[in-house]
């Protein structure tokens, strides 16, 4: 256990008072709304597009039945309180992603489609096999605890535990200049990079590049 330091005046707890772990279905309510509560507010396309808080609940919702099945979702929880501080949502890339995504408002299109696009130049039509490459796909830190290199740790914990597991590559979109930096320190290398400003939906935010993919042999 670490010890309860001061930073500028406020006490803040250490990174040694977060535990990382594999995701539990009794974590599934924690996660959709810490990712709900981050994605809208802070994810640049998400922001462009304007998505709610409800929606993005909706979207993580969807995807949570695939996580549980695959086992690869990772957590960070604080210590005593058991508060979810971030989360990784992970796939196995040859996991289906759910048809009902058809059913969401029709605003996450564009994003669906700039990362797809993104996809495509990197497979090339051809797919992983289950078990080989595992999509680090959502990852999110509460505000409370942002900038104390959690997200760094998740997607580090996140890659060591599909290696043991015989996962050979991660993969990843970064969508935004701190994620992409993010993944950068992991020894992430970027392969396929779009732009925001090939579609105005994007306009407010082509300050952000574009998403990157980006992989690693792990
Ligand atoms: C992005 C996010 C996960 C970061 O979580 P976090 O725990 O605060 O991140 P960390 O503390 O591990 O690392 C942040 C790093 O980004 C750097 N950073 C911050 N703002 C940056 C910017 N605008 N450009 C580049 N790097 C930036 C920090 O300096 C730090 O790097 P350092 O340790 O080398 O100094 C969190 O802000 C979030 O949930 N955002 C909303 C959802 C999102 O955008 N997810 C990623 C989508 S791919």
Do not use: C, W
């Amino acid at each position: 256990m670490g010890a309860l330091f001061a930073r500028n005046g406020n006490m803040t707890r250490n990174q040694q008072h977060i535990l990382y772990r594999v995701a539990a279905p009794a974590d599934s309510e924690a996660i959709v709304h810490l990712l709900a509560d981050v994605f809208p507010k802070h994810d640049p396309p998400a922001v462009a597009i304007g998505v709610t808080t409800p929606e993005f609940e909706e979207f993580v919702r969807l995807l949570l039945p695939q996580s549980e099945v695959d086992g690869l979702t990772l957590v960070a929880q604080q210590h005593g309180t058991g508060e979810l501080a971030g989360v990784m949502l992970s796939l196995d890339s040859a996991s289906p992603m759910p048809e009902a995504l058809d059913r969401l408002p029709p605003k996450f299109l564009p994003v669906f489609e700039i990362l797809g696009h993104l996809e495509d130049q990197y497979r090339k039509g051809s797919l992983p096999s289950p078990g080989e490459s595992v999509h680090l796909y959502l990852l999110g830190v509460s505000s409370r605890f942002a900038g104390q290199g959690i997200a760094q740790r998740l997607v580090a914990e996140s890659t060591a535990t599909a290696a043991r597991r015989g996962y050979r590559f991660a993969v990843t979109e970064a969508t935004n200049r701190t994620s992409q930096h993010i993944f950068r320190k992991n020894n992430f290398v970027e392969r396929v990079q779009g732009s925001y400003a090939l579609n105005p939906v994007f306009a407010s935010i082509v300050n952000h590049g574009g998403p990157i993919l980006m992989d690693k042999a792990i």
